[in-house]
């Protein structure tokens, strides 16, 4: 039997940082500018309200307002974390390998496993604001060594089908853990299918832009939901939507306590 839940945009966690003030050592830009962020799940300092789902722990929907705002230098262990620009430009330095400084548009998206640890500083230094989806995973393995993969997603050439992004298929970032990130962007209406690798994976369904049917739940621009237990995804699209699929193995809260207590929950930063 498959369960699900709904979560409305405005049901989402919010929060404002500015670059000013106790956060100034954390959040760059000129006096001003702040980092908005809409929060599907908690974590830390992310909202308080629905726990992560399956091996995500966040999923942000966040703008960099105001001129060089962003994230300053700043440390990471053994999480996963993948961006994928909607809007403007981001600067992403980060310390894998032999590091790097990438220039991420439209389209463009990252895998960046911290691993055993790492370091990355993200910044929006052109006029216009910044818009990303972030991703926080659990690692499939602890204290691997970092890695830094990207990608560009042309929406113009891969309308009207759904595109793996990050997983196993050919031409996706690869990542350490049973997770795939796809994604549909249309310019027709349409019926479409997603199909889990087996009903126990979970799927997270966001709506960027647009609206969507999904197994019977009309989901309106940047509503989302959650689904385990299904063996497809039924999806009717309206004309112009942007859809993100994130499918995960899923770990009930008594499984990640143990892992936890096992692991250590401070090697997660």
């Known amino acids: 039997m498959s369960k699900s839940f709904v979560l409305r945009a405005g049901e989402r966690g919010h929060d ?7 956060a100034s050592s954390y959040v760059a830009g000129h006096p001003g500018s702040h980092i908005s962020r809409e929060s599907s799940f908690n974590f830390h300092q992310y909202q308080d309200g629905r726990p992560g789902f399956g091996t995500v722990r966040v999923f942000g ?13 700043h440390p990471h262990h053994n999480f996963i974390i993948c961006a994928f620009v909607l809007e403007g430009e981001l600067t992403h330095i980060n310390t894998a390998g032999r590091g790097m400084v990438d220039q991420l548009r439209q389209g463009d998206y990252y895998v960046f496993s911290a691993g055993s640890g790492g370091k990355h500083c993200e910044l929006s230094i052109s006029p216009e604001n910044m818009n990303a989806i972030y991703l926080w995973l659990m690692p499939g393995q602890l204290y691997l060594p970092p890695s830094y993969h990207r990608a560009h997603f042309d929406i113009r050439t891969r309308r009207n089908r759904i595109v793996q992004l990050v997983g196993d298929a050919d031409g996706a970032l690869p990542v350490a853990q049973d997770l795939r990130v796809s994604r549909l962007v249309t310019d027709r209406a349409g019926r479409f ?6 009903p126990e994976h979970g799927v997270y369904v966001f709506v960027a832009e647009g609206g969507a049917t999904v197994n019977g739940a009309a989901l309106a621009r940047r509503d989302s939901m959650g689904i385990t237990g299904a063996g497809a995804l039924a999806l009717d699209v309206p004309d112009s939507s942007d859809i993100f699929f994130v499918e995960t193995a899923m770990l009930d809260d008594a499984r990640i306590r143990a892992w936890e207590k096992a692991n250590g929950a401070d090697l997660l930063d």
Do not use: K, L, W
Request: proline content about 4%; charged content about 15%.
């Open 193 to 198: 299918t997603y199909t889990p690798r087996t």
């Open 61 to 73: 929907d966040e703008v960099f307002n105001g001129a060089g705002c962003g994230y300053n230098m």
């Open 16 to 22: 404002v940082i500015y670059s000013d003030g106790s």
